[in-house]
């Protein structure tokens, strides 16, 4: 099983500031298949970012995702009030498809 | 507009047994394979199950193996999860969730609003 491991844990990050989320795969996760969620309290997570790239239908382009093998990224370029969320990845490449623990990003 | 509408869930004495429902509309459930995610309170997602479109392919998180089965009514528009011999550590919102297409090797696009399970005497 693929062992997903978010980094930081906690971010504290003021609006208008860049986020920078990590999450790193103990295997290469195959094909970039690679996911990342957003999720509010109270609330299902929500799709963003697919195929490790890929935004979501409706994702404003402030969230890009990065990286292959182990390594990847999701970055929030100028964060908005409502980004403020637990974030996380999920690999869909091995079986079974794992999630990593989450980052929380809150505000500072 | 994608719909997952789960229920079923509830309090529930450890040994026993429950039946959650997903309830799919504004899509062609029977073009899609589905899973359930689970998150205990406070705690990260879990991925539990996953059927494929036709129901032939099937799996299941070694947590839950043996005990759960997840199965799909195509003419319903419907999704299930049978959960026996229930556990205190099974206590969680149960999300039923959309996988990107027919096949096991996609991310989940759509996510229901999730039904809570508690097992607790």
């Known amino acids: 099983e693929i062992v997903l491991t978010q980094s930081p844990g906690t971010l504290s990050l003021s609006p208008g500031e860049r986020a920078t989320l990590s999450c790193r795969a103990s295997?290469?996760?195959?094909?970039?298949?690679l996911a990342w969620y957003q999720q509010k309290p109270g609330q299902a997570p929500r799709l963003l970012i697919y195929?490790?790239?890929t935004r979501a239908t409706g994702i404003p382009d402030r969230f890009s995702g990065s990286g292959s093998g182990t390594d990847f990224t999701l970055t929030i370029s100028r964060l908005e009030p409502e980004d403020f969320a637990v974030y996380y990845c999920?690999?869909?490449?091995?079986?079974?498809?794992?999630f990593g623990q989450g980052t929380k990003l809150e505000i500072k | 507009e994608v719909q997952l509408v789960e229920s079923g869930g509830g309090l529930v004495q450890p040994g026993g047994s429950l039946r959650l429902s997903c309830a799919a509309s504004?899509?062609?459930?029977?073009?899609?394979?589905m899973n359930w995610v689970r998150q205990a309170p406070g705690k990260g997602l879990e991925w539990v199950s996953y059927?494929?479109?036709?129901?032939?392919?099937?799996y299941y998180a070694d947590s839950v193996k043996g005990r759960f089965t997840i199965s799909r009514d195509n003419a319903k528009n419907s999704l299930y999860l049978q959960m026996n011999s229930l556990r205190a550590e099974d206590t969680a919102v149960y999300y039923c969730?959309?996988?990107?297409?027919?096949?096991?090797?996609?991310?989940?696009?759509?996510w229901g609003q999730g039904t809570l399970v508690t097992v607790s005497s």
């Open positions: 969730a959309r996988a990107q297409s027919s096949s096991y090797w996609g991310h989940i696009q759509n």
């Open positions: 504004g899509f062609t459930f029977s073009s899609y394979s």
């Open positions: 059927i494929s479109s036709s129901s032939s392919t099937i």
């Open positions: 295997q290469s996760v195959s094909s970039s298949y």
């Open positions: 195929g490790a790239s």
């Open positions: 999920q690999q869909y490449g091995s079986s079974p498809h794992s």
